[in-house]
């Protein structure tokens, strides 16, 4: 999972997933120059190369890539951002939020950020957690407070982000997101 508050390539550590089998329907809003819509399995190649450039964590097959992913196409239908979640129960693992530099500052991740708090409480997921390594005040901003790493669930202290995708030195944060709907 990534930011995009700064122009260094972003180093968060946030990925997609979900148990849940039931379809998500594609819903496309514009947003500026940018359409978001739910991740389809087109998208896997392009969203690899951002997070790849991101210096993000790869996508893994336990990234649970598909519908709890969102990504975002600039007018000529070019990849400009994603954000996604793995999602154990109840909880879930922000991951993979990452938007490509010229598209930095105009709100995307946070729309992409908002869009997936929201689908996670209408899936009912309670608490989203994430690990940051540069982004703690970005996070913040959205409502997330800094735990320590042990405090999170053993479903997500079990993913490949938290047991070894991302940097020991990363940050855990989480946010309750009953409210977000």
């Not at 968060?12 to 997933?17: I, S």
């Amino acid at each position: 999972m990534a930011n995009h508050a700064t122009t260094s390539a972003p180093k968060a550590c946030c990925g997609p997933t979900c148990c849940k089998s039931e379809p998500i329907p594609q819903s496309v809003a514009p947003f500026g120059e940018f359409q978001v819509r739910t991740a389809m399995d087109s998208d896997h190649d392009a969203v690899s190369a951002l997070l790849s450039a991101s210096n993000l964590a790869a996508l893994d097959p336990a990234s649970q890539f598909g519908p709890q992913y969102v990504v975002a196409h600039d007018a000529k239908d070019r990849l400009v951002g994603v954000a996604g979640l793995e999602v154990y129960g109840d909880n879930a693992l922000l991951r993979s939020v990452a938007v490509v530099p010229s598209f930095r500052s105009q709100g995307l991740a946070r729309q992409l950020t908002q869009d997936r708090l929201r689908w996670a409480a209408g899936h009912n997921v309670s608490t989203v957690y994430l690990l940051t390594t540069d982004a703690i005040s970005y996070w913040r901003r959205h409502g997330f407070a800094e735990i320590g790493r042990n405090q999170a669930p053993s479903s997500i202290r079990s993913t490949v982000q938290w047991s070894g995708g991302c940097s020991t030195f990363a940050i855990a944060m989480k946010k309750q997101v009953a409210n977000e709907r």
